[in-house]
């Protein structure tokens, strides 16, 4: 069993900054990648920020510049330092790891968060 939990979130005012972390554990073999994903109220569902095992990032663009994702590889961690908040990224935040169960040649499967809410009043 895998089981990510995520931390953080909160209310803060629009200008502010706050920090998400999201840890990975039970039993697996490797991560290929973590992520962070968001929904707003009305919306889908949509990815903010990802790091794979390589090392390589992805960012949305209306986050680019403000949000940073970071790793902690030996505790299966990572983090979403978001300053500069807005409105606009009011939503529901949501952890992803990608696993590889058994094997390092294993075809990753998801895993998610229960979710956190960050709020950013005006």
């Known amino acids: 069993q895998v089981q990510v939990v995520e931390s953080g979130g909160g209310l803060v005012q629009a200008g502010g900054s706050l920090g998400l972390s999201c840890a990975a554990s039970g039993s697996f073999s490797s991560i290929y990648a973590m992520g962070w994903y968001r929904q707003a109220p009305g919306k889908q569902r949509e990815l903010v920020a990802q790091?794979?095992?390589?090392?390589?990032?992805y960012y949305a663009d209306s986050v680019q510049g403000r949000f940073t994702i970071s790793t902690d590889n030996a505790k299966n961690t990572v983090y979403l330092q978001m300053n500069s908040l807005r409105p606009e990224d009011t939503a529901v935040y949501y952890c992803k790891a990608d696993v590889r169960r058994y094997h390092d040649y294993d075809r990753p499967r998801e895993y998610w968060g229960q979710g956190t809410q960050v709020t950013v009043s005006s």
């Open positions: 790091v794979t095992d390589s090392g390589s990032m």
